[in-house]
């Protein structure tokens, strides 16, 4: 099995298939031989297949091969396939789909290629991607066991943020209506190449069973929350107000109903609180 972490031999294989790579898909590849080994045990804990989402040169593909039953990889570079026939040429429990993964419809996936098997999703994230793939994933409700991704530093706080705090923003909510999250372990910008300019860390989502709120309508819920943070520095009463075109008198009646104080920011608003809020509006 190549060692797929050794610079050398990284230079080596991109260079044999004259592969450059490209800032427009966001491309830094793991040189670290701790940061994948480490992801597929936690995606594997409890699944016995895998979907992986950009697979780059196959370093964290070839531990989840060693852990999984099956692995299914989503690589949307057309140029990045010949490159991971050589380097997963070891595994036969590796399918390669040329393919955009927002493209797909998640259930559908798993019913066709993983029948009977519990499946995790697994991803070392682009940057610019990180909070669609990850709320595409999350709101299909597919039957996951989990989701380890490796984001930036600070996406990966503010998505594992509790609701309430200073950290937590619109992302915040609909990750936690959807799943428990985690901050997991860091993984420095020097664990790249080419490194980028700030550093990463893996989290771990899992599903909930059912929502942590009761909120009715899940759409005016949603609608509500991006109001309420769509200018962090004012107040919610003005965010909802103007947001959804509610008098501010009304605003201030629910706020005051949730237990919220007439100048609370979003960032203040416990999931309750937005619950509460998106029921009465």
Do not use: W
């Not at 031989?33 to 992986?52: G, H, I």
């Not at 852990?67 to 949307?76: P, S, T, Y």
């Not at 909120?215 to 959804?244: P, W, Y």
């Amino acid at each position: 099995m190549k060692d797929l972490s050794d610079l050398r031999v990284i230079e080596s294989t991109l260079k044999k298939h004259g592969f450059d790579f490209s800032k427009k898909l966001g491309q830094n590849f793991l040189t670290d031989p701790q940061v994948c080994p480490r992801m597929a045990e936690l995606a594997c804990s409890n699944a016995d297949a895998v979907v992986e989402i950009g697979p780059g040169i196959g370093v964290l593909t070839q531990q989840l091969a060693l852990r999984a039953k099956k692995v299914v990889a989503f690589e949307l570079d057309r140029r990045l396939p010949a490159v991971l026939k050589e380097t997963l040429s070891e595994f036969d429990n590796i399918e390669i789909i040329n393919q955009d993964f927002l493209e797909v419809d998640l259930n559908d996936l798993i019913c066709e290629k993983f029948e009977g098997m519990r499946v995790a999703v697994c991803a070392n994230l682009p940057y610019y991607i990180t909070s669609p793939l990850i709320m595409g994933v999350l709101t299909a409700r597919a039957p996951i066991t989990r989701g380890v991704f490796m984001v930036q530093k600070e996406a990966g706080e503010r998505l594992c943020a509790d609701p309430g705090t200073r950290e937590a923003g619109a992302v915040t909510i609909a990750v936690r209506y959807y799943a428990a999250a985690r901050e997991v372990f860091g993984v420095p910008r020097t664990s790249f190449i080419p490194a980028p300019r700030v550093d990463s860390e893996v989290i771990e989502l899992i599903p909930n069973q059912t929502p942590p709120v009761e909120v009715g309508d899940e759409v005016h819920f949603f609608r509500v929350v991006k109001a309420a943070f769509s200018q962090r520095r004012k107040t919610v009463v003005n965010c909802l107000s103007s947001g959804l075109g509610i008098p501010k008198e009304g605003v201030l009646s629910a706020l005051r109903a949730c237990g919220a104080h007439d100048r609370s920011r979003a960032e203040e608003l416990t999931m309750e609180q937005f619950a509460a809020l998106s029921r009465m509006l």
